[in-house]
């Protein structure tokens, strides 16, 4: 079989759903009250401008798609801000989305995507908190590519990335540190299945989709860094090893994998 694969990222950028932080809010109003309120805009923007896109925009391999999903209902204000951030780039993509199901509108998002000519479709998933380090693309095809000779074009599998670096700011003083998970983490966790899979990385809960297919777990480099910033919708919890290495070695790093440095992290 040709295997011929396109790489499709999706990150969420306030979306506005009645299956998504119902466990906080009894009603659509008293959601978007929260995620749009002008303190929380501005910490999620600055996360995006300055860690999540940055990130995108400097990847070795740009043959890739990002697909950023929002609300429809979105303030002008905010929704102006975003696409004016993502329309110079030519392949990322701004969608406003209405309030339908959380799980369905994250299919469209992936399906805006035209998948003429193509056997499989890598999806990976980023939050707009979050990034991933400078090869993340390049080092997901190759593993792609390698896995589906290795088990055949017809099973779906996961590729996930556990080590990496959080940024945490819950406290006094902001703590930089490395982690290595022993479980796949929302960050950069992607999917890859034949073209007319209807499934996505979004599926199952990040920490259990070793339950539901093949797992490729990779801890070679740094592939992430996650913040812990108090507006996290889950409780960000480390499974595994962490401050392992001293801050030179971190410092080292940044520079190497993200291209940044311990005082932009701090800064954010």
Same mark, same amino acid.
């Given at each position: 079989m040709d295997l011929k694969v396109k790489t499709v990222g999706l990150v969420r950028f306030s979306v506005l759903t009645p299956t998504y932080y119902s466990e906080r809010f009894k009603t659509l109003e008293e959601t978007a009250a929260h995620i749009f309120s002008?303190?929380?805009m501005e910490l999620r923007f600055r996360l995006f401008e300055k860690l999540c896109l940055p990130s995108l925009v400097h990847q070795s391999d740009p043959d890739f798609d990002m697909v950023v999903l929002t609300a429809e209902s979105m303030p002008p204000v905010y929704l102006e801000r975003l696409l004016d951030l993502v329309e110079p780039l030519p392949h990322i993509h701004c969608l406003p989305v209405g309030t339908d199901n959380h799980y369905k509108l994250l299919q469209k998002g992936y399906n805006s995507v035209g998948r003429e000519g193509?056997?499989?479709r890598i999806l990976f998933r980023l939050d707009d908190d979050d990034g991933v380090d400078r090869d993340f693309v &390049?080092?997901?095809k190759k593993f792609a590519h390698a896995l589906l000779k290795m088990q055949g074009p017809k099973t779906p599998f996961i590729i996930a990335y556990n080590r990496?670096?959080?940024v945490r700011s819950t406290g006094?003083?902001?703590e930089i540190f490395d982690a290595c998970e022993r479980a796949p983490l929302s960050t950069g966790t992607?999917?890859?299945a034949p073209a007319g899979s209807g499934m996505n990385p979004y599926r199952f809960n990040h920490r259990k989709l070793a339950q539901?297919?093949?797992t490729f777990s990779d801890i070679s480099v740094p592939a992430f860094i996650r913040t812990i910033h108090g507006d996290n919708k889950s409780n960000p919890a480390q499974m595994g090893l962490t401050h392992k290495m001293d801050e030179a070695g971190i410092a080292r790093a940044l520079? &190497?994998?993200f291209g940044m440095t311990l005082g932009d992290l701090r800064a954010l």
């Open positions: 002008p303190e929380r193509i056997s499989h &390049r080092r997901t990496g670096f959080y006094d003083e902001t992607a999917l890859v539901h297919f093949n520079d &190497r994998h």
